[in-house]
């Protein structure tokens, strides 16, 4: 240990959870010895003194409580979720889901490379949002562009849009069509009401339809049933200023069940280059309600909603025909927006199956660049039936209308305002049993008609083999497209603006004419599942993908313009498809029980990408460098390990390491981070925790945004506090 004014804890010394907790505050976990330590600065003020005294106020205060015990005659708390170090890994193994062949199976008998996070992995984890908890799932990038912005992506092409990527909240689709891409900054409930997240790495286009093309994440939350009674969470440190919850659930007769949620943030803002607060600090308020009926036997109905409102800061690097041409400023962001979704279930004596959905959204966002306003109507059906003993049949149908209206700024210009798009959807898909109950081939195509490239098909032949009880292989073949989105059709974007010759500026546009077609991707897929013994599990993915007809930025012929004034040079650039390339790479997770009180989990994915220019491609060579970079723009290598470590029932100790690779096509170096939490629940109602995040580093960048708007910013270490009772 350093030198220290403080007594030194004789070795061999055991602390309860109340001395851990008062020797943190009290600066203890600085004694560190920083010569053989010295990225592990712990003790500096900045960092742990203030936020850590403030979180150990909330959790001592907490601890002080003295609970009235419960009458006899009130309803029973509800339980914390069962420890997940009690359960054998078998049985999570069977875990029920539902993303990739829209029916419960077995996590084990499912044909992709799926991966879910429980809700005892994101309690644990210590994660505060929906975005940051999915830096557990193996093969997916995550990547924190600014305090309110984030890069999210599966098997490459990392951006703030991620277009690839299709995310649904209960089976809600939340990408917006303006750039095909998601607003994660809105992409919020209590973390306590997620069930579970399923993620699928590679195509899902064949159910779920265009824009899952390199993976669907599915956030499922609770049933109501298991929701009842209430709960209160607050909490605050560093970066986290102050957060709190409120949910209660409950009942009306036997068969229906209820909960309301409100909850609150306020975030501080992430670091710059020099260390300096970024300005993009944020806060948001959201509320909303779910309710589960079930009037008959066999049949039920789902209806849950929600509102939102928030504002947030940034950092925007603008251009400018004057000098200095490109220059920073602060920027707000303005958010707000609120949901329906509607679903009756009936399932047959005969094992058949039917399903409608409605849902409505709309939402309205406006900052510095644009502002949007989006209305969204989706309808969807889907019924499923076996066929004789040998077809498991599922089909469906799908309408979906959007309406917009963007507002267009001195960067952005809209050729159409205002516009409505519709989308027809079918699909079909068959399971049959080649080899009963061992070898099973599931094949079928999705069929869409959208109003930029009319009809699309997207099929898919997948193979499971139960080799012996408890090792499967599995390997699919598909067909995916990434349909255009209303950016690429319509919106002309100032990409840059330049000095030039005899003084006359140089302003580069790109802009969506409707040249730009589908993206299209043939993937081939291998997996292999193996639960080794009762503690030990592995789970392998391999892929090759061939993308043909990216996105690729064509020049156009330069022009003197006079307006916007001063008279510049206008060099455009146009949005096609002569972009091609080649993916490859593979994920491993594995999940292993030492003993009963302590779990390690991990993952690592490795990923090669490879891009060129078809020969008739005229892009000049500041594009080209640009495009041919996407393949230097995911780190070859990510790694993770979590532990999850119980002292005793009621004090627990999780620890998370991420290893992320460089991203040289960013000029991001690889980066370690070490997150901590520490958990403890003196009483059934009530837990406490402490969360300790990126310990490695002052402060790092994760990634840098593909345009001027918004500016990149830093993330340093943090710390907080919450509790949470149940009543």
């Given at each position: 240990?350093?030198?220290?004014?403080?007594?030194?804890?004789?070795?061999?010394?055991?602390?309860?959870?109340?001395?851990?907790?008062?020797?943190?505050?009290?600066?203890?976990?600085?004694?560190?010895?920083?010569?053989?330590?010295?990225?592990?600065?712990?003790?500096?003020?900045?960092?742990?003194?203030?936020?850590?005294?403030?979180?150990?106020?909330?959790?001592?205060?907490?601890?002080?409580?003295?609970?009235?015990?419960?009458?006899?005659?009130?309803?029973?708390?509800?339980?914390?979720?069962?420890?997940?170090?009690?359960?054998?890994?078998?049985?999570?193994?069977?875990?029920?889901?539902?993303?990739?062949?829209?029916?419960?199976?077995?996590?084990?008998?499912?044909?992709?490379?799926?991966?879910?996070?429980?809700?005892?992995?994101?309690?644990?984890?210590?994660?505060?949002?929906?975005?940051?908890?999915?830096?557990?799932?193996?093969?997916?990038?995550?990547?924190?562009?600014?305090?309110?912005?984030?890069?999210?992506?599966?098997?490459?092409?990392?951006?703030?849009?991620?277009?690839?990527?299709?995310?649904?909240?209960?089976?809600?689709?939340?990408?917006?069509?303006?750039?095909?891409?998601?607003?994660?900054?809105?992409?919020?409930?209590?973390?306590?009401?997620?069930?579970?997240?399923?993620?699928?790495?590679?195509?899902?286009?064949?159910?779920?339809?265009?824009?899952?093309?390199?993976?669907?994440?599915?956030?499922?939350?609770?049933?109501?049933?298991?929701?009842?009674?209430?709960?209160?969470?607050?909490?605050?440190?560093?970066?986290?200023?102050?957060?709190?919850?409120?949910?209660?659930?409950?009942?009306?007769?036997?068969?229906?069940?209820?909960?309301?949620?409100?909850?609150?943030?306020?975030?501080?803002?992430?670091?710059?280059?020099?260390?300096?607060?970024?300005?993009?600090?944020?806060?948001?308020?959201?509320?909303?309600?779910?309710?589960?009926?079930?009037?008959?036997?066999?049949?039920?109905?789902?209806?849950?909603?929600?509102?939102?409102?928030?504002?947030?800061?940034q950092i925007a690097s603008r251009y400018s025909l004057r000098p200095p041409f490109t220059e920073n400023a602060e920027d707000q962001v303005r958010a707000?927006?609120?949901?329906?979704?509607?679903?009756?279930?009936?399932?047959?004596?005969?094992?058949?199956?039917?399903?409608?959905?409605?849902?409505?959204?709309?939402?309205?966002?406006?900052?510095?660049?644009?502002?949007?306003?989006?209305?969204?109507?989706?309808?969807?059906?889907?019924?499923?039936?076996?066929?004789?003993?040998?077809?498991?049949?599922?089909?469906?149908?799908?309408?979906?209308?959007?309406?917009?209206?963007?507002?267009?700024?001195?960067?952005?210009?809209?050729?159409?305002?205002?516009?409505?798009?519709?989308?027809?959807?079918?699909?079909?898909?068959?399971?049959?049993?080649?080899?009963?109950?061992?070898?099973?081939?599931?094949?079928?195509?999705?069929?869409?008609?959208?109003?930029?490239?009319?009809?699309?098909?997207?099929?898919?032949?997948?193979?499971?083999?139960?080799?012996?009880?408890?090792?499967?292989?599995?390997?699919?073949?598909?067909?995916?497209?990434?349909?255009?989105?209303?950016?690429?059709?319509?919106?002309?974007?100032?990409?840059?603006?330049?000095?030039?010759?005899?003084?006359?500026?140089?302003?580069?546009?790109?802009?969506?004419?409707?040249?730009?077609?589908?993206?299209?991707?043939?993937?081939?897929?291998?997996?292999?599942?193996?639960?080794?013994?009762?503690?030990?599990?592995?789970?392998?993915?391999?892929?090759?993908?061939?993308?043909?007809?990216?996105?690729?930025?064509?020049?156009?012929?330069?022009?003197?313009?006079?307006?916007?004034?001063?008279?510049?040079?206008?060099?455009?650039?146009?949005?096609?498809?002569?972009?091609?390339?080649?993916?490859?790479?593979?994920?491993?997770?594995?999940?292993?029980?030492?003993?009963?009180?302590?779990?390690?989990?991990?993952?690592?994915?490795?990923?090669?990408?490879?891009?060129?220019?078809?020969?008739?491609?005229?892009?000049?060579?500041?594009?080209?460098?640009?495009?041919?970079?996407?393949?230097?723009?995911?780190?070859?290598?990510?790694?993770?390990?979590?532990?999850?470590?119980?002292?005793?029932?009621?004090?627990?100790?999780?620890?998370?390491?991420?290893?992320?690779?460089?991203?040289?096509?960013?000029?991001?170096?690889?980066?370690?981070?070490?997150?901590?939490?520490?958990?403890?629940?003196?009483?059934?109602?009530?837990?406490?925790?402490?969360?300790?995040?990126?310990?490695?580093?002052?402060?790092?960048?994760?990634?840098?945004?593909?345009?001027?708007?918004?500016?990149?910013?830093?993330?340093?270490?943090?710390?907080?506090?919450?509790?949470?009772?149940?009543?």
């Amino acid at each position: 240990m350093g030198a220290s004014s403080m007594t030194p804890i004789p070795a061999g010394t055991r602390l309860g959870p109340y001395e851990i907790v008062a020797l943190i505050g009290a600066g203890g976990m600085g004694q560190v010895d920083r010569a053989r330590h010295p990225r592990l600065d712990l003790a500096a003020p900045d960092f742990f003194r203030r936020p850590i005294r403030r979180a150990v106020t909330v959790l001592l205060c907490a601890a002080c409580l003295n609970l009235p015990a419960p009458s006899q005659t009130s309803q029973p708390p509800q339980k914390l979720p069962a420890d997940l170090t009690e359960v054998a890994l078998e049985e999570l193994m069977n875990i029920e889901i539902t993303s990739v062949a829209k029916r419960e199976q077995k996590l084990s008998d499912a044909p992709a490379a799926v991966y879910v996070l429980t809700k005892e992995d994101i309690r644990r984890s210590g994660a505060t949002s929906i975005a940051e908890a999915l830096r557990m799932v193996p093969g997916l990038q995550v990547a924190r562009i600014n305090a309110n912005v984030w890069a999210i992506s599966s098997r490459g092409f990392a951006a703030r849009y991620s277009n690839k990527m299709l995310v649904l909240v209960d089976g809600r689709s939340v990408y917006t069509p303006t750039f095909s891409g998601v607003f994660w900054d809105v992409q919020d409930m209590m973390l306590e009401d997620i069930d579970r997240i399923e993620v699928i790495r590679g195509p899902g286009g064949t159910l779920w339809g265009a824009n899952a093309v390199n993976g669907v994440i599915n956030i499922i939350s609770k049933h109501a049933k298991d929701t009842q009674g209430g709960l209160v969470s607050a909490g605050g440190g560093s970066e986290e200023e102050g957060f709190g919850g409120l949910r209660y659930g409950g009942k009306v007769g036997s068969r229906a069940h209820y909960r309301v949620y409100s909850k609150y943030f306020q975030r501080d803002a992430l670091l710059t280059e020099t260390g300096q607060p970024a300005a993009d600090g944020w806060h948001a308020a959201r509320g909303g309600f779910r309710a589960d009926w079930e009037p008959a036997e066999g049949h039920s109905i789902t209806m849950l909603g929600d509102l939102y409102g928030q504002r947030e800061g940034q950092i925007a690097s603008r251009y400018s025909l004057r000098p200095p041409f490109t220059e920073n400023a602060e920027d707000q962001v303005r958010a707000s927006g609120g949901n329906l979704l509607t679903r009756w279930r009936q399932l047959s004596d005969n094992g058949s199956e039917t399903a409608l959905q409605f849902y409505y959204d709309r939402y309205r966002r406006s900052e510095s660049v644009y502002g949007e306003r989006r209305h969204t109507v989706d309808l969807d059906f889907q019924h499923r039936r076996t066929l004789g003993s040998r077809h498991d049949l599922l089909w469906g149908l799908g309408y979906r209308f959007t309406s917009d209206r963007i507002t267009e700024s001195a960067v952005i210009r809209i050729h159409t305002p205002s516009r409505g798009d519709q989308l027809f959807s079918a699909f079909l898909q068959d399971e049959i049993p080649l080899l009963t109950d061992r070898l099973f081939l599931t094949f079928g195509s999705k069929f869409e008609h959208n109003d930029y490239t009319g009809l699309e098909v997207q099929p898919s032949v997948q193979l499971l083999w139960r080799l012996r009880p408890r090792h499967t292989a599995w390997g699919s073949i598909s067909r995916a497209v990434r349909t255009p989105s209303r950016g690429e059709d319509g919106i002309q974007y100032g990409f840059a603006a330049l000095p030039g010759p005899v003084g006359i500026p140089i302003l580069v546009t790109l802009t969506g004419d409707g040249r730009f077609r589908s993206e299209h991707l043939r993937a081939q897929e291998l997996g292999y599942r193996l639960q080794a013994t009762r503690r030990l599990s592995l789970d392998l993915a391999s892929f090759y993908n061939a993308y043909n007809k990216l996105i690729s930025a064509e020049p156009g012929a330069p022009s003197l313009v006079p307006s916007p004034p001063p008279l510049h040079l206008a060099v455009p650039a146009y949005l096609e498809n002569k972009l091609r390339g080649e993916t490859y790479g593979g994920e491993i997770s594995a999940a292993w029980l030492p003993v009963e009180r302590w779990k390690l989990a991990g993952g690592y994915a490795g990923l090669r990408m490879q891009f060129r220019l078809s020969p008739d491609s005229t892009t000049a060579s500041f594009f080209s460098s640009q495009l041919e970079s996407q393949e230097r723009q995911s780190p070859r290598h990510q790694l993770h390990l979590r532990s999850y470590f119980d002292f005793t029932r009621t004090l627990q100790l999780d620890t998370a390491v991420y290893h992320v690779g460089s991203v040289s096509g960013l000029a991001i170096p690889s980066y370690t981070r070490l997150d901590l939490r520490v958990g403890w629940h003196p009483v059934e109602r009530l837990d406490l925790s402490l969360g300790l995040q990126n310990l490695l580093d002052a402060r790092h960048p994760e990634f840098v945004s593909e345009s001027l708007h918004p500016k990149s910013s830093e993330v340093g270490r943090s710390a907080y506090g919450k509790i949470t009772w149940r009543f």
